[in-house]
Structure formats: structure tokens, C-alpha cells
């Protein structure tokens, strides 16, 4: 890019700022929420509320709406994202601490790669990306395990069961997104598909007698305010400050989110949440984030992408 085109060295910082600690703190403000509100309700309010305002903003501005064959796409990825992925994140946050939960999903990239060697036949098998995916599991593996004897508790079962199955859900959608016909703009992409996968969820949550004894007025100040914090600051500005790098940055530079995001969520649970941080916690996190910078600084021909037409863990639209 020209350099009378480039932005002030000052933007820049401020949208990776964004971009690190808001898409880093949604995990804490996510956990925040669940303790009160039923979390695939919660989820479902803050992706519909979300897909809502994006759809309309960029109707204003004069994007058109997706068509037949658009929708159906985005309700076909939306099972897989926000039901698959993310109601299973939210749920697995009553029960597993919300900067482990950063560390499991972080894991995207390694089943992401997996899927391309062993599904879709895209991806090689090199040396470096079997110690890649090899240092990854192994993370995961110290994470889970109850054998070993790491001064912490490992995650429960069911919560891990629910994060594993998350991170699969997210890569199977990712490898569809390339073939469904979707909107050529990607906000309009991803206003579909946020606005889908809230409409599911509410179904999801009413199946499963969330709405049974939920009383909105016992809700605390704190719970509603994490999930204005969600929709606003996680779906809407990071959104904006991700889509606005995409365009200044390298996609290298903008995907180190991708193991910033867990650093911030493991201190920030630590710090404002009293979740342990102890030696499992630290080394289950430092081997899953080598194995994505392995993974995610490969050449392009062989790297691995956890990257979706549509949306980011954490619940962030994107423009991929």
C-alpha cells in the first residue's frame, strides 16, 4: 500500500488494541453473564441483538440483502457456529474457568489443519506441522487429564467434551463457508449469519426449558452489562477495528490475535475472576500457543486456516 495512504502509526496501535483486549475480555464477560442468565439465552440475545444492528447499518448504507440461496447458507453455518460452537462455548462456561476456555479454543487452527489432511485432502503433512498439531493435542492433554499431577485441578469433563466438540463444530463450518454461496460483502455475511444463529439459539434455549423459572428482573446490573459489552464492544467495535486492519495490515499481523486473545483472557480471569493460574494453566496454555504460531506463521500454500467467511471465536464477525 502507498505510504500517503497509510494511517497514523497511533490508529493502528488503538485498533490492535481493540482488537486484543476486547475479543481477549468477551470470555470473562461471558462467564460473567452465564452465572445469571440461562447460556444459550444469553447467547442468543447477544447475536441476535448483533446481527440486527449490523444488518441494518449495512442496509443503510446501501449493502443488499442476502438472497434465497444466501440465507440458507447462512442458516446452515449458523447451526454449526452458534449452535455448535458457540452455545456450546457459553454452556461450557458454567462450569470450566473462562481463560481455559480461551486455551481450548484456541485449539481451532490444530483441528482446522487436521481437517485438511484427513477430510479434505488440502493440506500436506509436514514435519513441522506434525510437531505443530503434536504440541497442541499435548497441550489439550494437560489441560484434560487427571493423571497428571499439576498442583490444579483439571477441566471438567463434560466442559472439555463441549470445548473439543466447539472447536470441531467451527472447523467443519469453516471448511463449508468456502463452497456455499454466501454475500459478496463480508459484514453483510456476517449480519446473516449472526442473525441466524440468534434465531437458533432462542430455539435451542427454548428446547431446553431455558426460559422455564428465568425471571429478567432478578438479573443483576453486572449480568446485563456483560451482555451489552458482548454485543457492543465484542460483535460491533472489535468487528469495526478487525475490518479496519484487515484493510491497513498483513493478514500475519492481524492473526496474531489468535494467540493474544488467550494470554489477555487467562490473566484477565485471574486477576478480576479468581480463576486459578497454576502450573497445568501455564503449561497447557504455552504449548496450545506454539503450536498456532507454528501452525499460523506457516508459508501460505501450507498453512492452515481458522479463519471463516463470517465470524471469529469469541463471537466476532469478520472479514475473512
Known sequence: MDSTTRPAKWQ???????VYFVWGSTFLAIRVGVREVPPFLLAAMRFLLAGIALYAWMRFRGSPSPRGREWLSASLLAVLIFVGDYGLVFWAETRVPSGVTAVMLATIPVFMALSEIFFLGTQRLTVRLAFALLIGIGGVVVLVSHSLRLGESAIEPSGAIALLIAAMSWSIAS??????PLPASKPMSSAAQMTCGGVLLALTSTALGEFRGFHPQTVSRAAW????????????????????LIHHESPTRVGTYAYVNPVIAVALGYFFAGEAVGARTLLGTLLVLVSVIVITTMPAKQRATAEIEGVLPGGEASES
Open 12 to 18: 493502528v496501535l488503538l485498533a490492535f488494541g481493540i
Open 225 to 244: 452489562i456483560a451482555l451489552a459489552y458482548l454485543t457492543v464492544a465484542g460483535s460491533i467495535i472489535a468487528f469495526t477495528a478487525y475490518v479496519w
Open 175 to 180: 471448511a463449508l463457508s468456502r463452497k456455499l
